[in-house]
């Protein structure tokens, strides 16, 4: 159920009250969570719309249901699949957008305190998002190791094999393990890191939620544990979790980029947002 009674902590449910807020010296500490929304914009779709290139590609590669491209023992006996959409996904390929350069401007304002991706796109990085201040919760193209002995890879070697189009193969003698990019597959466990940093978000006095579902664990329930103390927002195409149901949650519904340069308007940042996605 919507929460429609009065606010506690912003003056309103709306972008002027957010951006007021974020001006005071009670906000300290903003969280944020990522998901694929942010990047949409960038050319990289979720993978819920039937229509993109990508879902249409993964169509082509005679998966048995979708999400047998990130399952281990699929990818063991046929690495083709996911090399294909790593060949598609790899960094390089695209810019940040500008919520990624919010989030950046977040940090240079020292407000940031962590931002947790879902993503695997590595835009964060390429945004300038410093890499203490970032959880890439399911690993990323970044670096690789062989699933069998998890000896690394080099990176270099990676992607020009990548781009190629070429299967790599451990280099370790007697190993030939299959190299995979450190990408969170189903079955594999969360990075600890994320574990630790989870907890983290109990001290929060603001929370962004930009471009996700709110739909994969341990994301589902990240959000319901900011306290309710510090309001919550939901940057998103449609509802998400249980944003909406506390009394400082604000719903802005519409494409990210847009909504974020409203904000960073009201804030007084909107050239910083500007020039800053300019060197991206
Ligand atoms: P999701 O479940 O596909 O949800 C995406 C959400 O973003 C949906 O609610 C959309 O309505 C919303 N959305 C799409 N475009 C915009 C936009 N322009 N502005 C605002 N909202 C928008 O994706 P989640 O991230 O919630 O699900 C988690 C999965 C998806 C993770 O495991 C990711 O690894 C995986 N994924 C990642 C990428 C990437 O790295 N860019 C791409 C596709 C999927």
């Keep these: 159920m919507l929460y429609d009674g009065p606010t506690t902590i912003l003056e309103g449910r709306d972008i002027a009250s957010v951006a007021k807020y974020m001006k005071s010296p009670q906000c300290k500490q903003v969280f944020v969570i990522l998901g694929a929304g942010v990047s949409t914009a960038a050319g990289i779709p979720d993978f819920r719309s039937p229509r993109t290139r990508l879902y249409a ?81 399911n690993g990323s193209f970044a670096s690789q190791r062989c699933i069998d002995c998890k000896k690394e890879y080099d990176s270099a070697r990676m992607r020009e094999a990548i781009e190629k189009g070429e299967i790599v193969v451990c280099d370790k003698e007697s190993c030939g393990g299959l190299v995979k990019p450190d990408i969170v597959f189903f079955g594999e466990s969360m990075p600890e890191f994320l574990s630790q ?73 909107e050239e910083t947002l500007d020039s800053e996605w300019a060197k991206t």
Excluded at 60 to 68: E, F, G, I, S
Excluded at 99 to 113: A, C, E, I, P, Q
Excluded at 251 to 262: A, E, F, N, Q, S
């Design 57 to 137: 590609m993964l169509a082509k590669l005679n998966l048995p249901y979708p999400r047998a491209v990130f399952e281990l023992n699929y990818f063991r006996f046929h690495p083709t699949p996911f090399y294909t959409l790593a060949r598609e996904l790899y960094p390089g390929r695209y810019r940040p957008t500008l919520t990624h350069t919010f989030v950046k401007l977040l940090s240079d304002r020292n407000l940031l305190h962590t931002c947790f991706t879902q993503n695997i796109d590595t835009l964060e990085r390429q945004a300038g998002i410093p890499a203490e201040k970032l959880v890439e919760a």
């Design 197 to 269: 940093s989870i907890p983290k978000i109990g001290s929060a006095d603001l929370l962004f939620v930009i471009g996700t579902s709110l739909t994969v664990q341990p994301f589902a329930k990240l959000a319901s544990m900011a306290p309710e103390s510090c309001p919550r927002v939901l940057i998103n195409l449609d509802f998400a979790g249980d944003i909406g149901t506390r009394a400082d949650d604000v719903l802005l519904l519409g494409r990210c980029d847009t909504i974020v340069r409203d904000l960073c308007r009201e804030l007084g940042w």
